[in-house]
């Protein structure tokens, strides 16, 4: 598949996105697994990429009081959608970006961990947007991919691994396996 493989499908369009929040969703990822998948620390600056309405976002929000979530989305509605979904749990440790991931007006190694899930494969050029979020991530940062099953964009680990290496991040553990994995890299 690699680089022949075309991306045809984009970000899924907002409309359809309260689906995401369904609860059942946590019996192939919950929120909590995916926290401690992050090895968070109370005050980490962490970025999340492609959030939606924001299903993993207040768990990640609670794991770092002292800390900020950034979440970035292409879409201004999901970022709606989240920031009202975060703001009735009373979290305010965050910050909403509508951007491009390919190229955003954020500081360089500004980022603890930098994380994704079922979004990698609706980015057009993803060898820039891994090589925009090195640049955001401090040095040892932690770069986090999360496929799952029944996303219509899903990435395989494997193809994962090489695209994300070939930008300069080093493999550091995966989890889980077939259509439902997460996998951890660091900058170098």
Same mark, same amino acid.
């Given at each position: 598949?690699?680089? $022949?493989?075309?991306?045809?499908?984009? #970000?899924?369009?907002?409309?359809?996105?309260?689906?995401?929040?369904?609860?059942?969703?946590? +019996?192939i990822?919950? #929120?909590?697994? +995916?926290?401690?998948?992050?090895?968070? $620390?109370?005050?980490? $600056?962490?970025l999340?990429?492609?959030?939606?309405?924001?299903?993993?976002?207040?768990?990640?929000a609670?794991?770092?009081?002292?800390?900020?979530?950034?979440?970035?989305?292409i $879409?201004?509605?999901?970022?709606?959608?989240? !920031?009202?979904?975060?703001?009735?749990?009373?979290?305010?440790?965050? &910050?909403?970006?509508?951007?491009?991931?390919?190229?955003? !007006?954020?500081?360089?190694?500004?980022?603890?961990?930098?994380?994704?899930?079922?979004?990698?494969g609706?980015?057009?050029?993803?060898?820039?947007?891994?090589?925009?979020?090195?640049?955001?991530? !401090?040095?040892?940062?932690?770069?986090?991919?999360? &496929?799952? #099953?029944g996303?219509?964009?899903?990435?395989?680990?494997?193809?994962?691994?090489?695209?994300v &290496?070939?930008?300069?991040?080093?493999?550091?553990?995966?989890y889980?396996?077939?259509?439902?994995?997460?996998?951890?890299?660091r900058r170098a």
């Open positions: 598949m690699s680089e $022949q493989h075309e991306h045809q499908h984009g #970000p899924m369009p907002y409309a359809r996105a309260p689906h995401l929040l369904n609860p059942l969703r946590s +019996l990822l919950s #929120p909590k697994a +995916l926290a401690k998948r992050l090895d968070l $620390q109370r005050d980490f $600056q962490v999340e990429v492609g959030p939606g309405p924001g299903y993993f976002s207040p768990e990640i609670r794991s770092i009081p002292a800390g900020k979530l950034v979440l970035v989305d $879409q201004q509605e999901m970022l709606d959608m989240a !920031r009202e979904r975060l703001e009735k749990q009373g979290i305010a440790n965050v &910050e909403y970006v509508q951007g491009d991931t390919a190229s955003l !007006r954020l500081p360089g190694s500004s980022f603890d961990v930098v994380f994704l899930v079922a979004v990698l609706e980015v057009p050029d993803r060898g820039r947007c891994l090589r925009e979020l090195y640049r955001l991530l !401090r040095p040892q940062g932690l770069l986090s991919i999360t &496929e799952q #099953p996303d219509p964009d899903f990435t395989p680990m494997p193809e994962v691994q090489i695209l &290496e070939k930008e300069g991040f080093h493999l550091e553990k995966t889980g396996r077939g259509k439902n994995y997460t996998i951890n890299f």
